[in-house]
């Protein structure tokens, strides 16, 4: 699977999630992409990410992130950016947690496992989701789709969750793709550097296991997110307003008989 991942050096857990089989013997098209966000990214990865005829991106961060982050790629002509303005100046909940509490891998776990039995029922999310599957299903079959947020795990993760399962992927494949962050990211090359940040600006100290807790994903973070979702089919329909006619177009055209 390592295949997946596109080795770029300054955007992080940048790889393909489609071109994966369905239960019913046919597979997801190619061009779907997700990765972390753009903001350092070097004039080759630029060049890498143009080629890849990419025309929508659905950038998950909110206002806050956007402004101290900001993503040079997209302003390209042609390319639409899908990315939502709920939750106005507030504080992302993970600078806040990150802030404010100790940062033991207990505690740390804890936040995870917590703020993702809240991802899916975010208005911010719930509207760059629901844009995104409705820009899908009607995207030309040429056309490439890039899903982020910060990291590209957890609210991209879910997102990638929820797209993969509607079209047919079997679990298995679905729950692969959300771990393989845990090897898609060169975590010996970003530790040091977030933990010198984290003592820099905010006067804390973390370990390794901390932060692999925090920068990495486990199936306990999973688990409550879909725990708390229930059946994945009617979260779409209901909480994200997504009607049949929609889906049904979605699934055509993101899915190739083998």
Known sequence: MTDRVLPLQGVHNFRRFGELPTRDGGRVRSGLYRSGQFSRATP???????????????????????????????????????????????????????????????????????IYRELPFDPGNQWVFAQGFRALADAEPDHGFIVHCAAGKDRTGLFCAFLLTELGVDEEAVRE?????????????????????LKDELGKDAGEAELRAFLGVDA???????????????????????????????????RDAW
């Open 177 to 197: 793709d959300y771990l393989m962050t845990n090897t898609a990211v060169n975590f010996e090359r970003i530790i040091p550097a977030v933990a010198k940040r």
């Open 44 to 114: 080759a990865d630029l060049d890498a990410m143009d080629g890849l005829g990419i025309k929508v991106v659905a950038d998950l961060r909110r206002p806050r992130e956007r402004e101290m982050e900001p993503s040079h790629w997209p302003e390209r002509e042609g390319v639409t950016v899908l990315a939502s303005d709920h939750a106005g100046s507030a504080e992302p909940p993970h600078l806040v947690f990150l802030r404010d509490n100790e940062l033991t891998e207990q505690s740390i776990r804890g936040f995870m496992t917590d």
């Open 220 to 254: 306990a973070y999973y688990d409550a997110a879909m725990e708390a979702v229930g059946d994945p089919r009617v979260y779409l329909r209901e909480e994200l307003g997504l009607d049949e006619d929609t889906l049904a177009r979605l699934r055509e055209r993101l």
